[in-house]
């Protein structure tokens, strides 16, 4: 027969192991998950798996509206489009190395063009992909059918620039491009013709415009900042640990960002010294999206940045070091556990409890017999 003790465990062990655990304590690590680039710095695989491609040191991503990633595979002189169903190919580019210079025929394909050096790529909402060759200082805009144009060229940036960093294209179709030798963030409206306009900004390296048409800047002093209607605030930690913008732009790095993206939830961006990528909610906060392991990320070698335009789509991690292209699920803002579809139902702790009673008033009878 079974003794008072051993009953009484029995009882209680039952409602334990019918409660679900807590939601946090299902909380797991995600490993990064190779997108493209078989991890050498070579030219190999179009037509074939991304993840089986050679890329030679890219330096940046864009996703568009259908999913595709773009990536300017910069020492293949290619941009390189990976589709979702993860097949890769040439879109613009021919290995001619030398970047092209004279004017560029109507109706020319994206992989006739000589690009020098594609650095940067940014995908608008009309599925033009807008890449950066900063051999040519030119951007060129290839458009869904493979064709391709020169959206913008040294002669109407009113001279070359060493080096275009970054790209960023807002809802409006207006471009945005990012000079750092010139300390300037250069702003192109739509439209033949159309003359840019140049803001200053000290050193910038990153850009993002978000659904509101702000933009976003990344600096080499690891400052990030917004520009809005033409004036730049920087951004800095607020007295609740969130984040805010002042337009007296202090010198301040709180954060310490390297890459930024704009996603459909919120402002991305790489915190180099927390190894990080980290969330601005539209409420202010701040929150921590996706860890960057040694593992394949290095501690602390220069990781780009791109976000799905879904807000259940991953990040995409620009590994220009290893020459590859991971994805990563990014955490749900206010914590780092997978949301549930299905909250946990409340019956079992109650009933937990309730047995949890009845136990200790069995316990406290039979002992009462006994004595």
């Not at 169903?85 to 040439?90: K, L, M, S």
């Not at 702003?187 to 000290?202: L, Q």
């Not at 200790?360 to 009462?368: E, G, H, K, Q």
Request: aromatic content about 4%.
């Amino acid at each position: 027969m079974m003794s008072p003790r051993l009953a009484v465990l029995a009882v209680l062990a039952v409602p334990a192991l019918a409660v679900p655990a807590p939601a946090f304590a299902r909380a797991v690590e995600t490993a990064p998950v190779l997108v493209a680039g078989a991890g050498g710095a070579t030219f190999t695989g179009d037509g074939g798996p991304a993840a089986r491609a050679g890329l030679n040191r890219p330096l940046g991503a864009a996703v568009a509206a259908d999913g595709t990633v773009y990536v300017a595979d910069t020492r293949n002189h290619r941009v390189r489009a990976v589709r979702p169903d993860g097949v890769i190919r040439t879109v613009a580019g021919n290995d001619g190395r030398a970047a092209a210079t004279g004017p560029v025929a109507s109706g020319v394909k994206g992989t006739d063009v000589s690009l020098g050096l594609p650095s940067a790529v940014a995908a608008g909402a009309d599925g033009t992909v807008f890449i950066a060759d900063s051999l040519a200082s030119r951007v060129y805009a290839l458009a869904a059918d493979g064709t391709i144009e020169a959206r913008v060229t040294a002669e109407s940036l009113g001279g070359p620039i060493a080096t275009i960093n970054a790209l960023a294209v807002a809802p409006s179709g207006t471009l945005y491009l990012a000079d750092r030798e010139n300390g300037r963030v250069v702003e192109i409206p739509p439209g033949a013709g159309s003359r840019p306009v140049s803001t200053p900004v000290p050193l910038p390296t990153g850009l993002a415009a978000d659904a509101a048409g702000d933009v976003w800047i990344t600096s080499a002093t690891s400052q990030l900042s917004r520009l809005r209607d033409g004036r730049v605030a920087t951004i800095v930690e607020s007295s609740d640990s969130g984040w805010a913008a002042d337009e007296n732009r202090p010198n301040s790095a709180p954060f310490d960002a390297t890459a930024v993206s704009a996603g459909p939830d919120g402002l991305y961006f790489v915190d180099n010294r927390q190894r990080t990528v980290r969330r601005l909610g539209t409420d202010g906060t701040v929150t921590t999206a996706a860890t960057l392991a040694a593992d394949p990320f290095g501690t602390r070698d220069p990781v780009g940045l791109a976000t799905s335009v879904s807000a259940a789509g991953p990040l995409y991690l620009v590994d220009t070091v290893g020459s590859r292209v991971f994805s990563m699920p990014a955490a749900a803002p206010g914590g780092n556990a997978p949301a549930d579809d299905d909250p946990a139902p409340v019956w079992p702790w109650i009933a937990g409890g309730a047995a949890a009673v009845l136990a200790v008033i069995l316990f406290l009878t039979i002992r009462r017999r006994r004595v």
